[in-house]
């Protein structure tokens, strides 16, 4: 049996979790044959609530988790961990300004970025999907000076697989069938949703649909989606995000495959996007890792739209300038320099040493 792996899931309680964590236990993000360990995180007045999802999580009795461990401090929490989905985060409250948000959320990150930098498993892989959660992410790096810049991520999928779902709708094709898809920028409604290298069964999707509908019409569809299903269900989509950030990991962690997929990374620059802000790009994954899909054409049209979104981070990043250590700056303009000679080290931890162990119900009630 391969060694368990040890998760972390802030915003345990919530919506969203509510789907990932079941999905996760029954081994749809890190493998069929994969044991788990989960750890959840929630903040304090939300440890009752946890503690019920636990309990279904037990009620279960999935094969591959191997332990249910709940925290309401992050210190403990990100302990060893080797995957952390930051999903909690602070919603915007009445009156609350778009700075205010970024600032409430900007405490929690650093010191959740502080936490991990501290406690978690040298090669911990990161995906923020709190929103704003390209920025978040941003702070959780920056505040995390003993890792590279690029085990930090944030979640433009479920943007990425909203374009592929409704164009292959739109042209009757199967979402699988919808290669070449790219979300560039913020997970926000600046992204750009791009078709220009997007192929249907080989043929490229400008080719069967018309260009005004898609600058005009699809690109607003895309960055609106969210928008619109709130208002349809009187709810967020919490299930689609779910299986996004699922999704997210499962590529990061096994790789892609054939297509390649939008994540929200430390930019190196490529496509003369600026260092220093964590923007999303076409990446491939293989071997644990990612790397950005180079060389792809980039007309005026597009260009201004990858600035546009471009813009908006770096103003979100001024926003919170004051809350971001100045040591760490100088490291986001190299992100990808030490990752590249780094491997996998799950066995370093005390927690596999010990091997696998056989659920431990009394850390759940
Ligand atoms: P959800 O589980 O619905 O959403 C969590 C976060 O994900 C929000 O920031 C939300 O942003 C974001 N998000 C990203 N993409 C999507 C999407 N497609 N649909 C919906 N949300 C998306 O929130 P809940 O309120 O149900 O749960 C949050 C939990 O986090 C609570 O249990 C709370 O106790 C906890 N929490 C933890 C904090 C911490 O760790 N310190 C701080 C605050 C809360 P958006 O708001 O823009 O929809």
Known sequence: MKPAIRVAVTGAAGNITYSILFKIAAGEMLGKDQPIILNLLEIPQAMGALRGVAMELEDCAYPLLQEINIFDNPEQGFKDVQYAMLIGARPRGPGMERKDLLEANAAIFSAQGKAINDHANREVRVLVVGNPANTNALIACRNAPDLNPNQFTAMTRLDHQRTQGILGNVLGANSKDVKGVIIWGNHSA???????????????????????????????????RGAVVIKARGASSAASAAQAAINHMRDWALGTGDDWVSMSIPSDGSYGIKKGIIYSFPVRCNYGRYEIVQGLDVNNFSHEKMIATQNELLEERSAVEHLLPPETAARMEDPFGRANTTEVTQLDDECLRAGPQIVKTDRVI
């Open 190 to 224: 600046t992204q750009f949703p791009d078709l220009h290298h997007v192929h249907v069964h080989g043929k490229p999707a400008l080719e069967s649909v018309d260009e005004a509908w898609y600058r005009e019409k699809f690109i607003p569809i895309i960055q609106q």
